[in-house]
């Protein structure tokens, strides 16, 4: 029996169908296979003799979420606390130092938490901040405008490229130059001058909507960028394989083989939530940027009173050493001071002079932290209105987020799923160590007290009964005087009054 064209094309889709649907599945299992090989090595990985978290070690490895804050963090505390000799080299850019590095005790950079192979682990602490994954999306597309909007004073994308090339050439930090801005950027850079080429052809443009997050004509609307190849490489879910340690920028060679199959598989995204909820577990640090005043309070103490009690202690012991002490000393200091006026914030050397000096305390050191970071905000603010007055009516505030679309804080939500849960546990983590760390200052409150109480009492117990009575009779003396002249003060008032 012969079969017409359109039973034959039938048949043709059926078998397709069923070879696609056979290598879906092959592939489905390939990546559950994939991704639970992963998650047991990780498993595996996380037992190291570093078991006590809340100690700090000899390096600290800033796991820096971008727009979580950790700028504010980094400045305000960590630059604070730590001279620029033990910084390690080019933190913030791609990793090139050797951990093995004596005077390396601080690592702040936005690469993942593959990089702790690289590590000393047992002599490693990390600690975090995490965000609300709606905030912290908002935040990326914000922050990826404003920064490609500064090229648009360029004549082209050409001449911008050119600059941006200029300016990479030198011995500083670009921001194309970090991770996940050195692939946003660019992108989003791309897409301005092509929207502002385009306006140029139509010449007079109307915009109708002042909603900066959908004004098609001036920038990408949220809801397109939301949905790009780039945005589900790199943005979305990106806390969780930013510290599952599986990013697009990841020093593991089966990252992004493990990312792709959980993007394309949702129901496999669980593994890697729970290894990123365990390594949150083992942070010396879990900082919320919601919980602004608080987060800084508890890093405050559980952070900064260690790295201070370390400076005492160095002090103390190279106090005892009298071979060149004063002048390593002196070469340290003024080397840190050199670069920091250089770079226009000489107080932060001043600071850093305090701390080593061993005069700094937690208090003084959340003094130090609002003074800084009210003049970081300040200018970090006249930054961005600059930026933006580039592609006005567009511009950002807190305001301007309530515009934004109750379907698309869904989609955030939807496509940020693993985030979100990562989020409820960090949250968790934040409330533990809080009342840990107030319970403990309570504790430290109350033994004060007593102490004083108790050497009051020393006091008195030491002295002889005719020394205890001139102590009396002096002190009901001198609160007969205070009586006497609150009384006379009082009737001076009520005789002025009777005057009037």
Known sequence: ?????????????????????????????????????????????EEHPNKDKRSLQDLLFFLHVPRTGGRTYFHCFLRKLYDNSEECPRSYDKLHFDPRKEKCKLLATHDDYSLMAKLPRERTSVMTIVRDPVARVLSTYEFSVEVAARFLVHPNLTSARRM?????????????????????????????????DARKVKGVVIIEDDNPYDMEEMLMPLHKYLDTPTA??????????????LTNNSHLSEAHEVRHCVQKYKSLGEPILQVAKRRLDSMLY???????????????NVV???VLSQFVTSNATAKTKTTNSEASVTVSGSGSDKIEIQNGTSEVASNKIEAKSGNMTVKSLMEVYEGCITHLRKSQGTRRVNSLKRIAPANFTRGTRARVPNEVIQQIKSLNNLDVEL??????????????VSKKMESTSKR?????QNELMSVFGEMDDEKLWKFVSVA???LLLFLLFLFLNARRRRTSKVKI
């Open 1 to 45: 029996m012969q079969m017409n064209p359109i039973s034959k094309l039938a048949l043709g889709l059926i078998l397709l169908g069923s070879v696609l649907a056979s290598f879906a599945e092959l592939d489905s299992g390939h990546c559950e296979r994939v991704v639970k090989k992963w998650a047991d090595t990780s498993s595996s990985r």
């Open 423 to 436: 989020y409820k546990y960090a949250k968790e983590i934040f409330a533990k160590e809080h009342e840990l």
């Open 286 to 300: 879990v900082g919320l940027t919601e919980e602004h005043r608080e987060s800084a309070s508890l890093f405050a």
């Open 304 to 306: 900064g009173s260690q």
């Open 232 to 245: 589900h490489d790199i943005i979305h879910n990106g806390a969780t394989f930013q510290i599952a340690g």
């Open 448 to 452: 004060s007290i007593g102490d004083l």
């Open 476 to 478: 009901l003396m001198l």
């Open 164 to 196: 941006s090339g200029r300016i990479r050439k030198g011995n500083v930090i670009s921001t194309l130059d970090i991770w996940p801005w050195k692939y946003l950027v660019p992108w989003m850079r791309e897409d301005l001058f092509a929207r502002r």
